[in-house]
């Protein structure tokens, strides 16, 4: 198990808890959220639907099978940190590329780790969502519970055009039925699925119109999963809105 540099984790309402840093030493905060996920670390890291959050993970034991670049779902992690109650270094798979602290580590990624993230995930679920900060670099308490105190709410926030493709692509040219995808955070899972269903598969960015996007005529059009408040993209409701309206599945 990895000792890591003295690390904590402040709230906006004032809990404090102190662990370890694990992955890049540094400084990072955002909306705290938690997986009960036993495996597939690595693909909730690098999923898009969590991009500017903190992951809490309550399956106790993370790292033990290392890293993999077939388990990514986007090309980078997502996630703004990662906390753990244990964090191995160290992994026994054959099939993996490094460890997960290497792997934090080339990302610039912040972690914690030696905490009891089943009692902080209680703690949120009844005291309801909250920014928090983890810091191996600041370790006063009143200044950290500041900081969690004035990062940026996740309310109101349009995040799909930040982690979406900048440009229309082809994941499979070929395929029995053609699929529109409309990238708001998509994971690159689902669009291995598709293909594997003999789905020609062609992503576009979040802003594009239903017009361009129906010039290829699709088959069907997929709505993509992503990170952020829906309520405030009012485009893309409109675009759902009028997909429905054109009779394509």
Request: with cysteine.
């Amino acid at each position: 198990m990895i000792q890591g540099e003295p690390c904590k984790l402040a709230l906006e309402d004032g809990t404090v808890v102190t662990g370890r840093s694990i992955g890049h030493l540094g400084e990072t905060g955002g909306e705290l959220c938690f997986n009960t996920s036993m495996t597939g670390y690595q693909e909730i890291m690098t999923d898009p639907s969590y991009y500017g959050q903190l992951m809490m993970m309550t399956y106790p034991h993370i790292g033990n099978y290392g890293t993999m670049d077939e388990d990514m779902e986007a090309t980078s992690p997502m996630i703004a940190g990662l906390i753990v109650r244990a964090f191995s270094d160290r992994y026994s798979n054959a099939a993996a590329r490094e460890s997960l602290d290497a792997f934090m580590k080339r990302h610039k990624l912040v972690g914690l780790t030696g905490v009891d993230t089943r009692t902080l995930v209680r703690h949120i679920r009844s005291s309801g969502v909250m920014n928090a900060v983890v810091s191996s670099v600041e370790l006063n308490d009143e200044a950290l519970i500041e900081r969690a105190k004035n990062w940026p709410s996740m309310n109101g926030l349009e995040l799909a055009s930040r982690v979406t493709t900048e440009s229309v692509y082809d994941f499979s040219e070929s395929g029995e039925k053609r699929i529109a995808v409309f990238d708001y955070g998509v994971k690159l899972n689902i669009l291995r699925m598709f293909s594997q269903h003999d789905c020609a598969v062609r992503v576009f960015p979040a802003s594009t119109s239903l017009a361009d996007v129906l010039a290829w005529q699709p088959d069907g059009i997929f709505f993509s999963n992503g990170p952020g408040d829906p309520r405030v993209m009012l485009d893309s409701i409109e675009t759902v809105r009028a997909a429905i309206d054109s009779g394509v599945p």
